[in-house]
Nanobody
C-alpha cells in the first residue's frame, strides 16, 4: 500500500507563493505519473497539474497555467507544486496523487493512491 504525505500548505496573501511537496512511501514512485488536485469549499475536486514519470510531460488546468509549476525529483522520491501569484480562488485543500501508469493524466480514475491533503488559504 502506497501512502502519500503532502506538506507546504498554509496561509498566504494574494500575490504570494507557496511550494507544496509530496512524498510517496512506495517503491513505484519513479515509474508512475503524479498529479495534484484540489477541492475548494462546497466544490468538486478538480485537476490542477500532472507530470509524467520522467518529467518530460506536464499538464495544467487552465486556471493555473503560467502561475503553477509541477516538478519531481525521482532521486528524492518527491513531487512538488510551486504556486506563484496566488489568488483567493486558489484557496482549497490540495491533494497529491499517484497514477496507475507512467503518463501525465487528468482523470481522477487514472490515479490509484491519494494523500490526505494540505490546506492552502489565500487571503485578499
Amino acid at each position: 500500500q502506497v501512502q502519500l504525505v503532502e506538506s507546504g500548505g498554509g496561509l498566504v496573501q494574494a500575490g504570494g507563493s507557496l511550494r507544496l511537496s509530496c512524498v510517496p512511501s512506495g517503491r513505484t514512485f519513479s515509474t508512475s505519473g503524479m498529479g495534484w488536485f484540489r477541492r475548494a469549499p462546497e466544490k468538486e475536486r478538480e485537476f490542477v497539474a500532472a507530470i509524467s514519470r520522467f518529467g518530460v510531460t506536464t499538464l495544467y488546468a487552465d486556471s493555473v497555467k503560467g502561475r503553477f509549476t509541477i516538478s519531481r525529483d525521482n532521486a528524492k522520491n518527491t513531487v512538488y507544486l510551486q504556486m506563484n501569484s496566488l489568488k483567493p480562488e486558489d484557496t482549497a485543500v490540495y491533494y497529491c496523487a499517484q497514477a496507475r501508469y507512467s503518463s501525465a493524466v487528468i482523470a481522477t480514475t487514472e490515479y490509484d493512491y491519494w494523500g490526505q491533503g494540505t490546506q492552502v488559504t489565500v487571503s485578499s
